[in-house]
């Protein structure tokens, strides 16, 4: 059976409602130290950041802010996800669960592949339960922030053919064009204009993923 790849934050889970808070507070401690001026920011705006690695992010966003500024920064959102996460502030899109079990159901093969810390991976593990539905977890920590499209080439050949990538972001498709698989864009995510052209099928919410990818399977 076929095995899937699925993004997490922006696919599967709905980051603001701990990205956003977090994202703030880290803010407001480089404004209290002194590393940046003070400003306001949307929830819109923070949620580009979402899908990226911290070093790419911060590195992005505030270039000129030294390693181990930025580093700090990017320890307190990730402590503070973390809280929230456990405080039950977390949420799975509308309907994940449901689709993740349809698919399960279908006997496709499911793997996690996000640029997300092995920590993050293991509080949502836990929170969701999802280790109900995923046969693996490949959290770009655990290979040295290395781009998503480099992670799923070392471990494609540990599953099952034909393989399809299911994301929001830019380097979701990056991993299906770069590798010449399949891919689903979920528009209900957090991509920017223009980042879901190249895949292979959009769909407007997670209960059209399956559907989408028995299409792309011709079936």
């Known amino acids: 059976m076929a095995t899937v790849f699925f993004d997490y934050d922006g696919t599967l889970h709905d980051s603001m409602a701990i990205y956003g808070p977090s994202f703030r507070k880290a803010y407001a401690w480089l404004v209290e130290e002194g590393h940046m001026p003070a400003r306001e920011f949307t929830d819109e705006w923070i949620s580009q950041w979402l899908g990226w690695t911290a070093e790419a992010m911060w590195t992005t966003f505030a270039p000129e802010l030294p390693e181990e500024v930025w580093r700090k920064a990017a320890g307190i959102v990730g402590q503070e996800m973390d809280s929230l996460t456990a405080a039950g502030r977390a949420r799975l899109f509308q309907g994940v669960p449901e689709m993740l079990s349809e698919l399960k159901g279908a006997g496709f093969e499911l793997a996690f592949l996000s640029n997300c810390r092995n920590a993050y991976c293991e509080v949502h593990r836990r929170m969701f339960g999802l280790d109900l539905w995923f046969d693996a977890y490949y959290c770009a920590e655990a290979f040295s922030d290395i781009p998503k499209w480099q992670i799923y080439q070392q471990v494609a050949q540990r599953h099952s053919v034909p393989q399809i990538m299911v994301g929001d972001r830019f380097h979701d498709l990056d991993v299906a064009t770069r590798s010449g698989i399949p ?36 079936k």
Do not use: H, K, N, Q
Not at 201 to 209: F, G, K
């Open 183 to 218: 891919s689903v864009g979920c528009a209900y995510g957090f991509g920017r204009e223009g980042e879901l052209d190249a895949a292979t099928v959009v769909v407007a919410s997670p209960a059209e993923i399956p559907a989408a990818i028995e299409g792309l399977l011709g």
